[in-house]
Structures are given as C-alpha cells and as structure tokens.
C-alpha cells in the first residue's frame, strides 16, 4: 500500500523553465519516447546520487567516514563524524533550497502530472521515508528537487546518468570480453544491428558524448558507437575473444590519430584552399578539426588565386562535418568526390532559397 503517492502513482511536480527546457533536449537527444519515460529514467537512475536525497547522502557519507576515521579511539570518532556530517548536511539542505528557490522565482514554471511507474513508485517509498521532513512531507517538491539537480549537470553528466544500466552492462562485457549484438537507432523509425567485440567505453575529444569503441566480429575492424543511439543490447554469455595489449595500444593509438568520434573508415588525404577569412576560422574553431602536420600560424597564400592550401589526414565524414560550414571561405580541391559533394549541397542550398 502506498503511503505518500495516490494508487494511480501520480504526483504533481513543478519544474523551472530552465529545467523543462533541458527534459525536453533530452528527450531528443537520448532517443526517449514520453517525457513521463523520461523523467522515470532519470530519476530510477539518480535517485541514489543526488544531493536532493539529503538523508541517504548523510548515510552514505557516515559509512565512508567510519572507514577513515577507524584508526581513531570511538570517542574522538563519534565526536569527528558528528561535526562532519553536522556541516556535510546543512550544505545538502543549503543546495536543495537554492534549487527549490531558482524553480520558484523563475518568471514561469511548468507544472504538471506525470506517473511514476511501478517499480519507481516502490523506490520513491523506501526513499521518501527518510527524505520526507526535508521536503514538508510534499513528494512533489523531492520529486522536482533531483530532476532540477539533474537538470544543472552538463549535457556529458547528464548523458552518463540517463543510460547508466547500458554503460555498466558494456563495462561488465568488456571485462569479461564478450561478444555484443548493438541494436542502434540511426534514422527515424530504422533500426541497424551489428555483432561486435566491445573494448574501451571513452569520451569524444571535447566530452560531448560517451563511445563504445569495439571491434567488428566480422572484419575485426574497429568502430565507434554513439551510447546514446543504443536501442537494444545483447550479450552472448558463450562468445568471448581476447584483446592482447598489443592491439589496445594499437586501437588506443588509432583513436588518438582519428579521433574517438571518426575512427570508422579510412584515413584520406583532404586537400582545402582557404582565404584570409577561412584561415581565421580554421584557427578559431578547434572542435573535431582535422589533423594536419602544416597548419601554420600565418596566413601565408600558397596559390594563383591567393588562398592558403593544406592538406589534412582524416575521413570524408570528418572532413565534411568539420568544414562544410567554412561555405565560401573554402574550397575543397582533393578528392574530387568530396569537392563534387560540396558543390551538390551548396547548389540545392541556394536552389531552396530561389522558390
């Protein structure tokens, strides 16, 4: 029987702006179904970690302390712990009233009904037992309390937090070095699936998404898979294969050539003439830009139409994302299908604004 939530399992929940704002970028960008779905993912999987949950904190924080402080008589201990968690916990409750009080002077708040599942309407129970005077015996306050703190992590925290289950289930694969089927959701209502040899689960070169990197059961080549694109994941128990340090220092290698987020696909000299204009931009956005052994610090024009050229190592994908939005302060001279690929998309670009 439940105590503090209706039989339903509904709670009215009041979010900031600035909160509702980021459930809903989620939503988009973690593939999730329902905001409802995803406010129970989030708060299943944060429920644990967050300052929100003032008293478990303290709990967690007194086991860590009687481990550090055993070495001391029970009386200096007792009196130690005591002041620690006296300030660790008027720090917790100073937190969580500053995210109840941001939620509440914000100039509009969203406030809505959402349904905690069955299995999260259990864990809110066993929690809220303990969390219930912090919050005037109110669920929706401590409910709100964790989404708003989940809400001021960064787009990587937040990413790490919302598919904790598949992270660990990778990590516990790659221990035991287990063959993987990934079901991935690369387009709308499409589906790919592929069979691979899971190795390193690491960050792109700016933090922005968590990478499986793996190993193709197939051709053994590597690969990189967004974490977030995983829709369903299997794990064959009986399937395993090795990975000598040789070959992680060679796939470590790779990626730090590549990048984490293009090692797939091979390696091709790009060719680009920049302008004066292009050449700034070159130097001003570092994010996923190419490697090049002559990027010089100058602009110092090397052709009869006085632009600079450069030659870059990197994928076609890697190039195209990195400088189609250079528009006309580039040109891509080599290889000639990326230059005509360029010149397809900046044609029906233009063509679009003629109508």
């Not at 509702?20 to 988009?28: H, K, L, S, T, Y």
């Not at 905690?116 to 912090?134: G, H, I, K, S, V």
């Not at 990587?156 to 598919?163: A, D, G, H, L, V």
């Amino acid at each position: 029987m439940l105590k503090y939530i209706n039989p339903e399992g509904k709670i009215r929940i009041s979010l900031s702006d600035y909160a509702n704002m980021i459930i809903n970028e989620d939503r988009f960008s973690f593939c999730s179904q329902s905001k409802s779905g995803t406010i129970n993912r989030i708060f299943s999987n944060y429920i644990n970690y967050s300052t929100a949950s003032i008293e478990h904190q303290c709990i967690y924080r007194k086991n860590r302390l009687n481990s550090l402080l055993s070495d001391l008589s029970s009386d200096i201990q007792e009196q130690t712990q005591k002041l620690l968690l006296e300030d660790f916990k008027k720090d917790l409750q100073c937190n969580v009233n500053k995210l109840i009080r941001k939620n509440e002077e914000y100039p509009s708040r969203t406030e809505f009904y959402f349904r905690l599942n069955n299995e999260n309407c259990e864990l809110f129970e066993d929690y809220f037992e303990l969390e219930a005077p912090f919050y005037k015996e109110k669920p929706g306050k401590y409910i709100s309390a964790i989404i708003e703190d989940y809400c001021r992590k960064d787009s990587f925290e937040r990413e790490s937090i919302f598919f904790q289950n598949t992270i660990e289930n990778l990590e516990n694969a790659i221990q035991k070095k287990r063959l993987i089927k990934l079901t991935l959701q690369n387009i709308p209502q499409k589906e790919v699936s592929y069979k691979v040899f899971p190795r390193f689960i690491l960050p792109d070169s700016h933090c922005n998404f968590h990478y499986l990197i793996a190993e193709s059961e197939v051709d053994c080549n590597v690969y990189a898979y967004r974490i977030s694109r995983i829709q369903k994941l299997k794990v064959y128990s009986s399937y395993t294969k090795n990975c000598s340090k040789e070959r992680r220092k060679e796939i470590l290698a790779l990626l730090q050539k590549q990048g984490v987020a293009y090692v797939a696909g091979e390696q091709e000299n790009i060719r680009v003439a920049f302008s004066r204009e292009g050449f700034k931009k070159l130097h001003n956005i570092q994010h996923l830009r190419p490697f090049s052994n002559n990027i010089e610090t100058t602009f110092t024009p090397n052709n009869d139409r006085g632009e600079m050229v450069i030659d870059f190592e990197c994928t076609t994908m890697q190039a195209e994302f990195y400088f189609f939005k250079f528009g006309k302060d580039i040109r891509i001279l080599e290889p000639a299908s990326l230059r005509e690929h360029f010149q397809m998309q900046y044609k029906e670009a233009y063509e679009n604004y003629l109508i």
